[in-house]
């Protein structure tokens, strides 16, 4: 059964940067459109940004300028580039298809943003 698996998370000061990852074991990226979500305690998992499979991105609003979508499919790779990180940033990032999750859900990379 394909897999996802999401890193590089990790606690950062406010205003500074960290790139995610998310490696499937299988061939996906080429074939679905793609996005990262994230997740508060006590709140819906939300869409943060995505990736089509001609490399349209999109993002919430909110976060546009932020952050960067991108993805590597000879590697099976998809990373999302976050600047200026503020601590409203704290969540759990999962990646997963758009705009339906087909996959299961990875363990996910815990985001923590504090002084």
């Known amino acids: 059964q394909l897999q996802l698996v999401e890193s590089g998370g990790g606690l950062v000061q406010p205003g500074g940067s960290l790139r995610l990852s998310c490696a499937a074991s299988?061939?996906?990226?080429?074939?679905?459109?793609m996005a990262w979500y994230r997740q508060v305690p006590g709140k819906q998992r939300e869409l943060v940004a995505t990736?089509?499979?001609?490399?349209?991105?999109n993002y919430q609003t909110s976060l546009k300028g932020r952050f960067t979508i991108s993805r590597d499919n000879a590697k099976n790779t998809m990373y999302l580039q976050m600047n200026s990180l503020k601590p409203e940033d704290t969540a759990v990032f999962y990646c997963?298809?758009?705009?339906?999750?087909?996959?299961?859900w990875g363990q996910g990379t815990q985001v923590t943003v504090s002084s």
């Open positions: 997963n298809a758009y705009p339906k999750p087909l996959y299961p």
């Open positions: 299988g061939t996906i990226f080429s074939v679905n459109a």
């Open positions: 990736i089509t499979t001609g490399g349209t991105t």
